[in-house]
């Protein structure tokens, strides 16, 4: 099984995508953003590579939808759970120094 930093560096996905999330990436406030973006209420959050994982599910559930054209795909969603993975794995950093790269654009 690749390491979370594999995993997220393994995505693919498109550039407007990318864009979007990195501009939106030092708004991000993981207080705030992570219960909202994970859908829990009223609990703890979960440690940074636990929330790593759970985001990195949403996300490929949300690029599934996304290339099968599905009428409930939100756009907006996809951009603020990819802002919140690339946030998550720059607090991951923090704690396992070493190169970290986000997502990255096809070609």
Do not use: C, K, W
Request: avoid cysteine; charged fraction near 25%.
């Amino acid at each position: 099984m690749q390491d979370l930093y594999g995993m997220v560096s393994a995505l693919r996905r498109p550039r407007l995508l990318v864009t979007a999330a990195r501009f939106g990436l030092d708004d991000y406030i993981r207080d705030i953003h992570l219960p909202r973006i994970l859908r829990m209420a009223g609990s703890s959050l979960p440690r940074t590579g636990t929330a790593l994982i759970r985001l990195l599910d949403i996300e490929e559930s949300m690029d599934a939808r996304r290339r099968a054209g599905a009428a409930d795909y939100s756009v907006a969603r996809h951009v603020e759970v990819l802002v919140a993975v690339m946030a998550e794995t720059r607090l991951l950093a923090v704690f396992r120094p070493g190169p970290v790269a986000g997502p990255s654009e096809p070609g």
